[in-house]
């Protein structure tokens, strides 16, 4: 691979509309990046979203790698997936049930109806424990408020997204559960130390990474007591020392979307993300605007060539990606339009059981 083409890998972006439009497949072409993020604005009905899926693996098929195809599908107020699917219902219903089997079928049906649309990648689970009453960002997001349910649920989840040869993301870490900031709009701080998110906040990432966590979503949350200059996504503290030294993780980082406002209002762009990559992040996600995309890979690619960072530390991030993508036997054929009868009837079945 090409630097470029290399740089490119370490790009997870978004896309404008329902369709592929002639920014994205450029986008696609020359910057070559590694994945694609889909929201509910780029999506309205099965057709629509199965036809934007092949349209982006086909344009990705000259590359020298298959790209991820990904959205955040949690259920719940997170739901990505068009209506002809059956509802998931949020992970605090299922918390409730405090049954680990139920979680694991979650997994699995939700394993299913991503690879029926043709995605190979679920930012999911969530495993922030919902600690904090004032949590505008969480809530239900969380299977519940003490982390070993959140870990026996969450880590359920995990496997059943994976036993479908989908690629589960867990997030956000070290734990997004006790902010009272939302960091869509702003930095949230939480005043702990590290040995106080062991307690609570690490108990759901440890079991991941016992349970070799495909990927990790690191959040935009400033620790003072841990790193009082940088947020968790672009800190060496939490991503190099606390994620990959204490925790012993070697699979690929993910950092929230760069265009939060945790990061834009305290940063560029082009300087968080090449500060992401130095703090040991693998992918930097940019989930919205050609411009920004562009400008995450231009930052790094010219933060290589004038020696901010080594081209040796950008291999090290795309060993990991392509070994995830390997692993997972990724590919860019396209898929044809799914019949959702018998998943459906699954997915309502299962919720008949958590009544």
């Known amino acids: 691979m090409s630097l470029e083409q290399k740089v490119g890998q370490l790009i997870l972006a978004g896309v404008e509309g329902t369709t592929l439009d002639a920014d994205a497949k450029r986008m696609i072409a020359e910057d070559q990046v590694g994945g694609i993020i889909l929201y509910s604005n780029n999506i309205k009905n099965v057709k629509g979203l199965v036809t934007l899926v092949n349209a982006i693996k086909s344009a990705n098929v000259p590359n020298p790698a298959p790209i991820f195809v990904s959205a955040d599908q949690e259920g719940g107020r997170v739901n990505r997936l068009p209506s002809e699917y059956a509802k998931f219902p949020a992970n605090g219903v299922v918390g409730q049930s405090g049954a680990a089997e139920a979680a694991g079928t979650m997994g699995s049906l939700i394993g299913r109806a991503m690879l029926s649309a043709g995605f190979n990648m679920d930012f999911a689970p969530v495993l922030d424990v919902n600690s904090n009453p004032d949590n505008p960002v969480i809530g239900d997001r969380s299977f519940g408020s003490t982390p070993e349910l959140v870990e026996q649920l969450g ?15 867990v997030k956000h870490f070290p734990g997004h559960g006790d902010t009272s900031v939302d960091s869509h709009h702003d930095l949230p701080i939480i005043n702990k130390t590290a040995d106080q998110l062991e307690k609570l906040e690490l108990v ?3 079991a991941a990474v016992r349970e070799n966590a495909e990927a990790v979503m690191v959040a935009h949350i400033l620790f003072p007591k841990i790193d009082p200059d940088k947020p968790g996504s672009l ?39 090449v500060l992401a990559v130095q ?32 081209e040796e ?21 396209t898929g044809k339009m ?18």
Do not use: C
């Open 279 to 310: 703090a040991g992040a693998d992918i930097l996600l940019v989930g919205h605007g050609y411009d920004n995309e562009h400008a995450a890979y231009e930052a790094v690619l010219n933060a290589v060539k004038s020696g901010k960072l080594t």
């Open 338 to 355: 799914p019949d959702l009868s018998g998943l459906n009837a699954d997915i309502e079945a299962w919720k008949d059981t958590l009544k």
């Open 155 to 169: 880590i359920a989840e995990m496997k059943g997204i994976r036993g479908e040869a989908v690629i589960p993301v």
């Open 204 to 206: 759901p990432f440890e």
């Open 235 to 273: 800190s060496e503290k939490i991503i190099d020392d606390l994620l990959r030294g204490k925790l012993g993780y070697d699979g690929v980082v993910i950092t929230d979307d760069l265009g939060m406002g945790a990061i834009v209002k305290n940063y560029t762009l082009p300087d968080a993300a």
């Open 313 to 333: 530390r950008i291999d090290e991030s795309v060993y990991r990606i392509l070994k995830l993508k390997a692993q997972y036997d990724l590919h860019d054929r």
